[in-house]
């Protein structure tokens, strides 16, 4: 998935929205004992911050979550300017389950997202209901708090 987006990386960037622009692609960070790979890096310009996004074709999973969290952390302390924006970081996975994001650090911070994504890009029809599925979703979750 990631090679395809690659080779489709304008139009890729198009949909994101505007102000996206390419830094990296299995950007290497390092720690005192591990090596990690971000899949693809982005820097918004309106937003003025960095995107991390990471491609997974399985069910998303605690780990994940934990790993995303760090490179968003990390990024923050070792790549962010003064005058940037918090990083943001996005999870996208074939299948989320609204548990393991209710209870993990996704819950307590605003800057980590999971989505699923399809093989196909739905019609218009079903981006409306996706959209108003996952607002009703958003609005239940707030009011429980």
């Known amino acids: 998935m990631e090679t395809a987006l690659i080779s489709h ?13 390419f830094v990296a692609r299995q950007q290497h960070i390092v ?5 990690f ?9 309106y937003l ?12 998303l999973t605690h780990e994940v ?7 968003v952390r990390m990024y923050n302390d ?3 300017r003064d005058d940037d924006n918090p990083t943001i970081g996005i999870i996208l996975c074939t299948e989320k389950d609204e548990t393991i994001v209710k209870y993990s650090v996704m819950a307590e911070n605003e800057k980590l997202f999971a989505s699923k994504y399809r093989l196909y ?3 218009e029809n079903e981006l409306r209901q996706i959209i108003e599925e996952d607002r009703i979703k958003f609005e239940l979750d707030r009011n429980r708090e």
Do not use: R, W
Not at 37 to 44: A, T
């Open 9 to 21: 990386l304008q139009q890729f960037l198009m949909e994101l929205g505007k102000g996206f622009a």
């Open 31 to 35: 720690t005192d004992t591990s090596d």
């Open 37 to 45: 790979y971000i899949d693809l890096v982005f820097y918004n310009y």
């Open 48 to 59: 003025k911050c960095f995107v991390l996004l990471e491609l997974k074709t399985h069910k």
């Open 65 to 71: 979550i934990g790993q995303m969290d760090m490179y």
């Open 78 to 80: 070792l790549k962010k």
């Open 121 to 123: 890009l739905p019609d």
